[in-house]
């Protein structure tokens, strides 16, 4: 690579490089796209005016609004789901909760609880086929059943679907699951 | 605080009288702790199953305290701690009360709700579960509702009649918006409030007699 194609190199890199205030300048046009007026059926026959800026604005607002939504479906996605917070279950009989997790990277997910000792060997999840999906069945009897998730044996996580318990003194929270209690069942 | 929660399970147990012993699990602490910590452990425990406490969440909570390394102190403080709630919880909810309804308002307690919100509860709502309902409460308050406001919201909900589907949907509602950046407290408002616009006659729980006497609570 010669000097001149370092120097290529260098202005490309630079813009592609966000711009100092670039945020800040960009919620301003969008905001002023917002302030302007629609003409409607005004002389020369267009109903809207799009100035180039404006478009770029568009653009760009559309590409956010796209960020901002997948970055939320991510964030769904890394979520637990069931067992939610009431399960139905016959009195006196266990009932199979399936315990749903969404844990990206996790080389190994554990379920622990009061139902298996808070042992961290005792249920580990099996990873789904497809996709980030982390399960694991367990036979629960009725009552409140309190339980966390362990990602990669280090991190202890509560179900962020599921209702929070108090700290009880170790320092995190834990998550509840209600299984054939009350009338919502 | 432990030597605090210990009188207050000793004096609990005391005052109240004997109901029923569950099984200690002595084996699988016994396997779990050291021998100093699971003696020091089971005789909370074992006095704790003596006056007809739930002993399950305790024994549990000594074990979540050995996997998350939690030094010995620590446990026994959680354990100790665990028990007076109960003890508290039975005091405010009545003897009547169910193991998981105990175990639940034992939650709410060491979350920071006073005793007389358990009371109330059980008057807005004295023959169903509260089992959901303190599970709501307990819920709110880790979410940064204020004690107070998450008592009042979830005993005048109960007051109003709704049943646990909506409590877990306004639970539910509540938790999103605050997921969205509202302040728990105006979260907690409108999630009663759209509980209270939203719970239909077929949704809605028994009202208590003396509601129904005075013609319906308002919360």
């Given at each position: 690579m010669d000097e001149d194609d370092r120097l290529t190199q260098q202005i490309r890199d630079a813009y592609q490089r966000p711009l100092p205030g670039e945020d800040v300048a960009r919620a301003r046009v969008l905001e002023r796209v917002r302030r302007e007026p629609v003409a409607h059926g005004s002389g020369g026959g267009r109903w809207l005016r799009v100035t180039p800026l404006a478009a770029a604005a568009s653009l760009i607002a559309v590409l956010a609004l796209g960020a901002v939504g997948g970055a939320a479906w991510m964030k769904a996605r890394t979520g637990a789901r069931a067992p939610g917070p009431a399960t139905l279950g016959i009195d006196g009989q266990p009932t199979a909760v399936t315990f749903v997790f969404r844990a990206p990277g996790a080389s190994h997910v554990a379920l622990v609880g009061d139902f298996n000792g808070w042992d961290p060997q005792a249920t580990p999840l099996r990873r789904a086929a497809l996709g980030d999906a982390w399960t694991a069945e367990v036979q629960l009897h009725s009552g409140l059943h309190v339980y966390a998730f362990v990602i990669d044996g280090r991190e202890w996580i509560p179900d962020p679907s599921a209702p929070l318990a108090p700290e009880t003194g170790y320092g995190r929270r834990n998550s509840v699951v209600v299984v054939g209690e009350g009338d919502a069942l | 605080?432990?030597?605090?929660?210990?009188?207050?399970?000793?004096?609990?147990?005391?005052?109240?009288?004997?109901?029923?012993?569950?099984?200690?699990?002595?084996?699988?602490?016994?396997?779990?702790?050291?021998?100093?910590?699971?003696?020091?452990?089971?005789?909370?425990?074992?006095?704790?199953?003596?006056?007809?406490?739930?002993?399950?969440?305790?024994?549990?909570?000594?074990?979540?305290?050995?996997?998350?390394?939690?030094?010995?102190?620590?446990?026994?403080?959680?354990?100790?701690?665990?028990?007076?709630?109960?003890?508290?919880?039975?005091?405010?909810?009545?003897?009547?009360?169910?193991?998981?309804?105990?175990?639940?308002?034992?939650a709410a307690l060491q979350g920071g709700v006073p005793e007389d919100s358990l009371t109330s509860l059980r008057r807005a709502r004295p023959t169903g579960s509260l089992v959901i309902p303190l599970v709501v409460l307990s819920d709110l308050v880790a979410r940064g509702v204020p004690a107070p406001q998450a008592s009042s919201t979830v005993v005048a909900a109960a007051r109003a009649g709704a049943a646990d589907p909506e409590l877990l949907r306004m639970r539910e509602r509540v938790n999103q918006r605050i997921i969205r950046g509202e302040p728990p407290p105006g979260a907690t408002r409108e999630g009663l409030r759209e509980l209270l616009m939203r719970t239909a006659p077929d949704d809605r729980h028994p009202p208590p007699a003396s509601a129904a006497k005075k013609g319906g609570q308002s919360p």
């Amino acid at each position: 690579m010669d000097e001149d194609d370092r120097l290529t190199q260098q202005i490309r890199d630079a813009y592609q490089r966000p711009l100092p205030g670039e945020d800040v300048a960009r919620a301003r046009v969008l905001e002023r796209v917002r302030r302007e007026p629609v003409a409607h059926g005004s002389g020369g026959g267009r109903w809207l005016r799009v100035t180039p800026l404006a478009a770029a604005a568009s653009l760009i607002a559309v590409l956010a609004l796209g960020a901002v939504g997948g970055a939320a479906w991510m964030k769904a996605r890394t979520g637990a789901r069931a067992p939610g917070p009431a399960t139905l279950g016959i009195d006196g009989q266990p009932t199979a909760v399936t315990f749903v997790f969404r844990a990206p990277g996790a080389s190994h997910v554990a379920l622990v609880g009061d139902f298996n000792g808070w042992d961290p060997q005792a249920t580990p999840l099996r990873r789904a086929a497809l996709g980030d999906a982390w399960t694991a069945e367990v036979q629960l009897h009725s009552g409140l059943h309190v339980y966390a998730f362990v990602i990669d044996g280090r991190e202890w996580i509560p179900d962020p679907s599921a209702p929070l318990a108090p700290e009880t003194g170790y320092g995190r929270r834990n998550s509840v699951v209600v299984v054939g209690e009350g009338d919502a069942l | 605080m432990r030597s605090a929660g210990v009188l207050l399970l000793v004096t609990a147990l005391v005052v109240t009288p004997r109901a029923h012993a569950e099984p200690v699990d002595e084996a699988r602490l016994r396997a779990r702790l050291s021998p100093d910590i699971a003696d020091r452990v089971l005789v909370v425990v074992r006095a704790a199953a003596d006056q007809g406490l739930p002993t399950r969440g305790m024994v549990a909570r000594a074990l979540e305290g050995q996997s998350r390394h939690a030094p010995a102190a620590a446990i026994l403080d959680a354990v100790s701690r665990q028990g007076a709630a109960l003890a508290a919880a039975r005091m405010a909810l009545g003897s009547t009360a169910r193991d998981a309804e105990l175990e639940a308002g034992a939650a709410a307690l060491q979350g920071g709700v006073p005793e007389d919100s358990l009371t109330s509860l059980r008057r807005a709502r004295p023959t169903g579960s509260l089992v959901i309902p303190l599970v709501v409460l307990s819920d709110l308050v880790a979410r940064g509702v204020p004690a107070p406001q998450a008592s009042s919201t979830v005993v005048a909900a109960a007051r109003a009649g709704a049943a646990d589907p909506e409590l877990l949907r306004m639970r539910e509602r509540v938790n999103q918006r605050i997921i969205r950046g509202e302040p728990p407290p105006g979260a907690t408002r409108e999630g009663l409030r759209e509980l209270l616009m939203r719970t239909a006659p077929d949704d809605r729980h028994p009202p208590p007699a003396s509601a129904a006497k005075k013609g319906g609570q308002s919360p």
